[in-house]
């Protein structure tokens, strides 16, 4: 429960936060961008929190979310000529992603592992059969990407950063005790 009031606690302050930006002209959000800024946000919060407290189920929904993000902030900005062909093969991979992260936090379940390895192997096969793949323009893409959303990658940076400190201060406190 502490994990979802934190989570909710970074919702509200992200939505005031763009908000703001709209209404001083700093920024223009759509509704489909504030929505999967909240969905980043939310999900590295969820995640960061859970991984700090091994809870497995907050990391892949952590994970989960803040992928679905990532996904729909690209769908939102970026001409994808037939995104319903690409839904089944982000959501093998969102998952295998995911699920990978699990692992990480408990290396001794290798059937997340296997499970991770075995459904981003199908994402990949699947998304890689309808897609028509260049390096060029997927280099391309990503950096057109990361030039869209400096501004999100800064606020995650800055949350990280804000809960490890948090996180470190409540080690600390528990230690002198």
Known sequence: MKNFKTVF?????????????????????????????????AGISLWFN????????????????????IVLAVESSFTIWNPARMIFPSIFIISGISLLFVYMSD???????ILSLLLLAAGMFYL????????????????????????????????????AKSSNQKEDYKNSE
């Open 128 to 163: 890689f059969d309808r897609i028509n793949f260049k390096t060029y323009v997927f280099i391309e893409a990503v950096w057109e990407i990361i030039l869209r959303f400096w501004f999100v990658i800064i606020l995650i940076a800055f949350i990280i950063f804000i809960m």
């Open 107 to 113: 290396k001794n379940k290798i059937v997340f592992l």
């Open 50 to 69: 859970s991984f700090v407290e091994s809870n497995k189920g907050g990391i892949f929904t952590g994970s989960f979310v803040f992928l679905s993000g």
């Open 9 to 41: 606690a970074v919702i509200i302050f992200l939505i005031t936060l763009l908000l703001f930006f709209n209404l001083i002209g700093l920024a223009d959000f759509s509704l489909i961008e504030m929505i999967s800024y909240i969905f980043l946000v």
